[in-house]
């Protein structure tokens, strides 16, 4: 299907292109939400009658969108969940997630403009993408922690997962004490004999 887009969309064009799209991207995206007309006639002449309206209407919102960018400097997220010894997390991080966060810290975001290209299913620390505008796009950092002291180790760059293995291991070597373990099985030893002349008189 041809249409005409009505402000710029990645990786398709920019105002007033006329560009061909899969019906369905059109049908279920790009008609709905404003974003394109259809490539008729009809539309063509009223997107030229109106092509400097919308453009100065596109103008207003991506000089917003940079105002609202500057208050992205640095924005981090820290959203506590629970999560395995792997640090795979009981269920995922969703769109819904990052924009109520992202509210609470006090910026203007709707679950339209977080650009996640899949779950977040692990702790960690993430890049997400925000499209404020087509044109205007920052990055938000995502800290994903199974505590708040958690949170703060990734924060300072320390890999939580490769640091829990590596305390487990040297944990282990600390606790294993050599004097215990053979004095242990030669107190077995001693008793298994026993244990089994007892039997042998008994039948």
Not at 37 to 57: C, G, P, S, T
Not at 70 to 97: E, H, K, P, W
Not at 111 to 140: C, F, M, N, W
């Amino acid at each position: 299907m041809d249409v005409i887009l009505l402000e710029r969309v990645e990786k398709l064009g920019g105002i007033g292109d006329v560009v061909k799209v899969k019906d369905g991207f059109a049908r279920n995206f790009l008609l709905p939400r404003k974003k394109a007309l259809r490539a008729n006639e009809a539309n063509k002449k009223v997107f030229e009658a109106n092509r400097a309206r919308i453009e100065a209407d596109n103008a207003s919102r991506r000089t917003d969108a940079e105002k609202e960018a500057g208050t992205f400097n640095d924005v981090s997220v820290t959203l506590i969940r629970q999560a395995s010894n792997t640090g795979q997390l009981y269920g995922s991080v969703a769109v819904r997630d990052l924009v109520e966060a992202l509210v609470a810290d006090g910026h203007k975001v709707n679950k339209a403009q977080i650009v996640l290209d899949k779950p977040i299913k692990a702790i960690g620390v993430y890049e997400v993408r925000v499209a404020l505008h087509p044109e205007v796009s920052v990055t938000v950092k995502v800290n994903v922690a199974r505590s708040p002291e958690e949170a703060d180790m990734q924060a300072q760059g320390v890999d939580v997962m490769a640091a829990m293995f590596e305390k487990e291991e040297t944990g282990f070597v600390e606790d294993y004490d050599p004097n215990a373990e053979p004095g242990a099985t030669a107190e077995v030893r001693e008793e298994a004999p026993a244990a089994d002349e007892g039997e042998t008189a008994e039948g």
